[in-house]
């Protein structure tokens, strides 16, 4: 389009009010990531309301920085500090709604384009301790940032120059998954990637041959059988079976799912991939029992998988429950006696991996009943090869 085309383009749809000086049109608007910028300050009108910018000036707090340049190095463009940003909706929802993730997503997305990965991670950090809701959409954030930056510098490798592990790595997820789906050559791409033989890296590809399959499981787990590495194999299984069972719909629907009878694909698994898909599968099967106590029956009748799966149910509502350890334990507690020990087990570890750092599961270790104190230290120890 030529100068005027756009201005018109402008003009028609947004009603921008244009003037005309001596022959020459100038427009009180123009087009940044995001859309409209009303006061050209590089922050569009839509960004601007997210962050409650004033979007016809350009130093909303007046202290002779700009808002565009306040955001783009972290700090806040309303007064004191470093930036961070609340969730909306009503104050009884625990969760964000779909919408309000969507709009989270693309606040995360162009502050990525503005300001780098990095900020990014730390706005989402930040917003998360203030915010529970927040951070209970971390990991599929975090995804979601991770995808922002491939689409940003091309390079999975630059991306992941920004790598960190918070909220269950779902950022070198996003990253591998948006590097393998646009992929011509998908598995000398993947092999290409994950050069330091890092088991989180391996798990993250899973998710990307998911991404890449639009979530063909039986041939996402044939690409990680390429690996000639077992532990290799093993961790992109993981990321496969995540990615299956990670039935929130937030990210991409997902295809093999059974709800009348969850476990049913991991009955018919082979051997080797039993029990990372017994595992993952409770992340399914809590999306479908909001009672406790049906919830905590479906893991007895898995046979030798009984444990594996009580491990994992653990694992699943501590993900979905991140901001409160005590509820999570209050429902293990409804577990059978012998299957208790599992379900905290499961809950430290994911723990552990949201937080990538034994610290925080050590402090919340003594503040577990009595009875699961040993459990829990035992689970801390067990991740300790880790880090
Ligand atoms: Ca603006
Ligand atoms: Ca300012």
Known sequence: MSLVQNISFAIVMYGIVAVLCSGSLSVYAQEVHGGLDTDHDGLSDSFEKILSTHNEKIDTDSDGYSDFLEVKHGYNPLGEGVLAVVSRG?????????????????????????ANPRIALDVLRRS????????????????????????????????????????????????????????????KDAHALCVSGDAKCYHGIGHGFMYFTDNDLPKSLAYC??????????????????ENFS???????????????????????????????YFYAPRYVITLHKDAATLLKQCSKEGGYRDTCMIGMGS?????????????????????????KYCIQGMVSYYIVHYDSLEEAKKLCPTLSAANVKTCRKAVASHSYLF
Request: aromatic letters at 8%; a positive charge.
């Open 225 to 242: 059988s390429a690996y000639k590495k077992e532990s290799a194999r093993k961790r992109c299984s993981e990321g496969v079976f995540m």
């Open 90 to 114: 009503p104050q009884a929802s625990k969760d964000v709604s779909v919408e309000e993730y969507n709009r989270l997503n693309d606040f995360f997305s162009l502050l990525v384009d503005i």
């Open 128 to 187: 998360s301790k203030n915010d529970t809701r927040i951070l209970r959409s971390c990991h599929e954030l975090v995804h979601g940032i991770g995808h922002a930056a491939y689409a940003k510098y091309k390079s999975a490798q630059t991306a992941l120059q920004f790598h960190n592990d918070m909220c269950g790595s779902g950022y070198l997820h996003g990253v591998l998954e948006a590097a393998l789906g646009s992929s011509h050559s998908i598995l």
């Open 316 to 340: 699943a509502l501590m993900k979905k429950n991140i901001d409160d350890p005590t509820y999570v334990e209050r429902l293990c507690a409804q577990a059978q006696k012998t299957e208790q």
């Open 247 to 277: 039935s929130d719909q937030l990210l991409h629907p997902i295809r093999h799912l059974n709800s009348a009878d969850p476990f049913a694909l991991c009955r018919k698994q082979k051997k080797r991939y039993k029990d990372t898909c």
